[in-house]
Each structure stands twice: as C-alpha cells, then as structure tokens.
C-alpha cells in the first residue's frame, strides 16, 4: 500500500522561502529515486526535481539555482527546499516515485507566492 503525504506549503512574499515534505509510505523507499512535481491552475503537472538512490540530483531550468531536493531513507522522507519564490512557482505541489510515478497521487500541498 502506498501512501504519499506532502506538508509544508503555505502563503509567501517574493523572494520567501518555504519547506516541504513528503512522507512516503512505500515499498523499497530506499532503493528507487524520487521527484517534486508541481501543478499549476489550469496546467499540467510537471516534474521540477529529481533525487536518485545514490543522491544525486537534477532540477528543471525554472528552479535551479533555487529549489534543493533532498531525502532522509531512514525517515523514508523527502524534502524540497524552495528559496527565492517567484509568483509563477505558485502550484500544488506532489511528491512520487521517478520515473514510473505510482498511479496514486498524495493530496498534495499548496504554494501560493504573492508579488
């Protein structure tokens, strides 16, 4: 049984920060590699982060420099540091296995940046 609990999100100024969260209740955790998507109002879910097994990372270009993915195994967790917000980083935020997501999608966490 998967489960999937992002935490974190909230309400920013431009140029705040914000950490999130996922608890991940999965198989394996350890062993598979795990991204940050995010969702946009009226936009499709896109991936923004990549951690791997060995710990290594890749982001999308609209958030290096700015967001750091990180994952703690033993508390099957992974987090994403995001500095620097902008308004258009203003989505739901999803975290899952990548590649090959789980069909299950936690309920996500809000991001709401204001200029």
């Known amino acids: 049984q998967v489960q999937l609990v992002e935490s974190g999100g909230g309400s920013v100024q431009a140029g705040g920060s914000l950490r999130l969260s996922c608890a991940a209740s999965m198989p394996f955790f350890s062993l598979n590699s795990m991204g940050w998507y995010r969702q946009a ?17 890749n982001y999308a270009d609209s958030v290096k420099g700015r967001f750091t993915i990180s994952r703690d195994n033993a508390k099957k967790t992974v987090y994403l540091q995001m500095n620097s917000l902008k308004p258009e980083d203003t989505a739901v935020y999803y975290c899952n296995q990548h590649p090959n997501a789980f069909d299950y999608w936690g309920q996500g966490t809000q991001v709401t940046v204001s200029s």
């Open 41 to 57: 109002l009226g936009k499709q879910r896109e991936l923004v982060a990549v951690i791997t097994v060995g710990g290594s990372t």
